[in-house]
């Protein structure tokens, strides 16, 4: 079984950064594509942004959702075994709990679909004030 553990969320101005953190279990890490996702009252989970590890040589590619391209950067911290999620010019429409989750074993070449993530966080609360 995977663990997630997410960190970082908070309460912060419009125009404001946070940075998330999502630490994982065991030695699944290297083997896996993640992610994050959020949701808001009321409202469905969306993606937000993904990095995978590309084939053959050792780089990773990044995909964002467009509300937050531009803003925000997804990275991966091996040593850590974390996946971090860098948070700029927040708007109060990022409010939301930020979820991190992980496609164990993924070997596609895009970004995964979300039935492909085998385990989820418990969540982060980000909210953004005007």
């Known amino acids: 079984q995977v663990r997630l553990v997410e960190s970082g969320g908070g309460l912060v101005q419009a125009g404001g950064s946070l940075r998330l953190s999502c630490a994982t279990s065991?030695?699944?890490?290297?083997?896996?594509?993640m992610g994050w996702f959020r949701q808001a009252p009321g409202k469905e989970r969306e993606f937000v942004a993904a990095?995978?590890?590309?084939?053959?040589?050792?780089?990773?590619?990044?995909y964002y959702a467009d509300s937050v391209k531009g803003r925000f950067t997804i990275s991966r911290d091996n040593a850590k075994s974390a996946v971090d999620l860098q948070m700029n010019s927040l708007k109060p429409e990022d409010t939301a709990v930020y979820y991190c989750?992980?496609?164990?074993?993924?070997?596609?070449?895009?970004?995964?679909?979300?039935?492909?993530?085998?385990?989820w966080g418990q969540g982060t609360q980000v909210t953004v004030s005007s």
């Open positions: 989750a992980a496609a164990l074993d993924y070997s596609g070449y895009n970004q995964p679909p979300i039935h492909a993530y085998d385990y």
């Open positions: 065991g030695s699944t890490f290297r083997r896996s594509a």
């Open positions: 990095i995978i590890i590309g084939h053959g040589l050792a780089t990773y590619y990044s």
